[in-house]
C-alpha cells in the first residue's frame, strides 16, 4: 500500500509564500516521477509541477518563474515552494507519484491566497 501525505498549505497574504511537503510511505521503493496538481472550485483538476526522479522538471505556464519543485534528500519526498502567491493560485493541492504505470495521490492540503 502506498500513502502519500501533503503538509505546507494554509492562508498567505498576496505576494506571500508557502512552502508545500510531501513524502510518499509504503512498498515503493523511489518513484518514477512526483509532482503537484491543484483543483479550485468549481475548475479541474491541472497540473502545477513535476520532477522525475533524475531532477528533470517542468511546470505549468502560470507558474513559471514564481514556484520551485524539488525533490528531498530522502526518497519520496517532494516540495513545492511558492512565492508571489496570487489570489488565483487559491486551491487544493494534491501531491502525486507515478511508479510503473501506477499514479498515486494524496488527499490534498489547502492553500488560500487572500487578504
Known amino acids: 500500500q502506498v500513502m502519500l501525505v501533503e503538509s505546507g498549505g494554509g492562508l498567505v497574504q498576496p505576494g506571500g509564500s508557502l512552502r508545500l511537503s510531501c513524502a510518499a510511505s509504503?512498498?515503493?521503493?523511489?518513484?518514477?516521477?512526483m509532482g503537484w496538481y491543484r483543483q479550485a472550485p468549481g475548475k479541474e483538476r491541472e497540473l502545477v509541477a513535476v520532477?522525475?526522479?533524475?531532477?528533470?522538471?517542468n511546470y505549468a505556464d502560470f507558474v513559471k518563474g514564481r514556484f520551485t519543485i524539488s525533490r528531498g534528500n530522502a526518497r519520496n519526498m517532494v516540495s513545492l515552494q511558492m512565492n508571489n502567491l496570487k489570489p488565483e493560485d487559491t486551491a487544493m493541492y494534491y501531491c502525486?507519484?507515478?511508479?510503473?504505470?501506477?499514479?498515486?495521490w494524496g488527499k490534498g492540503t489547502l492553500v488560500t491566497v487572500s487578504s
Open positions: 520532477v522525475t526522479r533524475g531532477g528533470s522538471t
Open positions: 509504503g512498498t515503493i521503493y523511489n518513484m518514477n516521477v
Open positions: 502525486n507519484g507515478g511508479y510503473s504505470g501506477m499514479a498515486y
